[in-house]
């Protein structure tokens, strides 16, 4: 399996709603990423998994949670989002270096 | 931290020539360059990459060329077709680690 997947595809949400968008690779990649792209931007990294450890943050606000259950899956837990959070919610993995392979992405709509 | 840099931000051809996207990098630390391309709607899919101790890597219609002392990583797309249209992205890497610092994008539009 070559493939980064991703769901839900489509998610809508109200800024109340706690919801959950799910990541997972079998390539045997030990770093996991989560970006957000807005359109006609390019890829935002928000953090970053390196052997099943949180080690990058990029100042992501408190109501995006990332986790790691296993070296497979990745997890971005939402709670209280705003409007301007819509967006593309790209996952990608790859070695400890190199290529980035990237998920088909969740397109999040907040109402 | 590392800022990259990608012009033009739209370029269009007509089918057949070449396209070219240039990107610079400030931090001499990164040593990995590859290049994106995201069709609309769609995932962006590596398209090639270079390392550090190489100055041009070609694949088919599509090269990259790297200078190290300029600190600028150019892609070079000949016999360009429509469905070369898309979203092309640079991005660079420092050896330290895995962190993409991404150019701000290349909308590229093939015109048959």
């Known amino acids: 399996d070559t493939e980064v997947t991703q769901t839900p595809k489509h998610l809508v949400m109200g800024m109340t709603n706690k919801k959950s968008l799910k990541c997972e690779q079998h390539m045997g990649h030990r770093a996991m990423y989560w970006y957000k792209q807005k359109a006609k931007k390019p890829p935002e990294l928000m953090f970053v998994?390196?052997?099943?450890?949180?080690?990058i943050n990029e100042s992501v606000p408190s109501r995006f949670s990332p986790e790691c259950p296993n070296s497979s899956l990745l997890n971005l837990h939402l709670h209280a989002l705003q409007p301007e959070d819509s967006a593309l919610y790209l996952c990608?993995?790859?070695?400890?270096?190199?290529?980035?392979?990237f998920g088909p992405g969740t397109r999040l709509t907040v109402l | 931290g590392e800022n990259v840099e990608q012009h033009p931000s739209t370029l269009s051809v007509q089918e057949g020539d070449s396209a070219v996207i240039k990107c610079t990098y400030s931090d001499s630390a990164s040593n990995y360059f590859p290049w994106y391309k995201q069709e609309l709607g769609k995932r962006p899919q590596l398209i090639i990459d270079i390392r550090s101790n190489v100055g041009e890597k070609k694949d088919q219609r599509i090269a990259v060329t790297l200078n190290k002392t300029a600190k600028h990583f150019s892609l070079h797309i000949t016999e360009t077709q429509p469905e070369d249209s898309a979203v092309y992205f640079c991005?660079?890497?420092?050896?330290?680690?895995?962190?993409?610092?991404f150019g701000t994008g290349t909308s590229l539009t093939v015109i048959p």
């Open positions: 991005a660079a890497s420092p050896n330290t680690g895995n962190q993409f610092y």
């Open positions: 990608a993995s790859s070695q400890v270096t190199g290529e980035q392979f």
């Open positions: 998994y390196s052997y099943e450890k949180l080690s």
